[in-house]
């Protein structure tokens, strides 16, 4: 099951957790987008969506797919067919089959970096030791580093070089 945890960012620093939104499997599998207000966004509540996500505890099943396959103030955040086209460019540049990347994927990307108030976040209740957390940082590092090698050997870099440059980005990442 896909998760994201919902923030609402009024100003820079000042987040509130809205809730939790999921996939309970691929959409073509019979999997749905639930939402769950978090109990503490419900003791003072505002009316995001006031018919289709009144605020009210428990999970709400997204079911007018007339729409979209998400409730339309989580569509809100996502870009106009340009950023999508953009979007999906970026997705099959890593080898993402357009198929299998969901909206909540879509909206993991964007993350902080959406048009409005809301904001996606992996949940946080995963542990900071957790394996499951992904240190993206180190991550597209290593991948750089990765990718370089392989350029390097194309071009036929020296290989007193490509020593050098293999020490640099070993130095790097041990930095972080």
Do not use: N
């Not at 750089?144 to 070089?161: D, F, L, M």
Request: proline share 7%.
């Amino acid at each position: 099951m896909k998760k994201l945890e919902v923030r609402l960012s009024r100003e820079p620093g000042q987040e509130r957790i809205v809730g939790q939104l999921a996939e309970t499997g691929p959409r073509a599998a019979g999997g749905q987008v639930v939402f769950e207000y978090d109990p503490a966004f419900l003791r003072d509540p505002l009316w995001l969506s006031p018919f289709k996500l009144p605020p009210q505890p428990g999970l709400i099943e997204h079911r007018d797919h007339s729409f979209g396959p998400i409730f339309g103030l989580f569509d809100d955040s996502l870009p106009d067919g340009w950023g999508l086209l953009l979007m999906d460019r970026f997705f099959q540049q890593r080898g993402s089959a357009l198929a299998e990347v969901s909206v909540l994927d879509r909206l993991a990307y964007l993350g902080t970096r959406t048009m409005g108030a809301l904001t996606y976040h992996p949940p946080s209740d995963l542990a900071d030791d957790s394996p499951q957390r992904l240190d993206l940082h180190r991550l597209a590092v290593a991948s750089a580093a990765a990718r370089w090698r392989v350029h390097a050997r194309r071009a036929g870099v020296a290989a007193k070089s490509a020593r050098v440059v293999e020490k640099a980005i070993g130095e790097c990442l041990a930095r972080l």
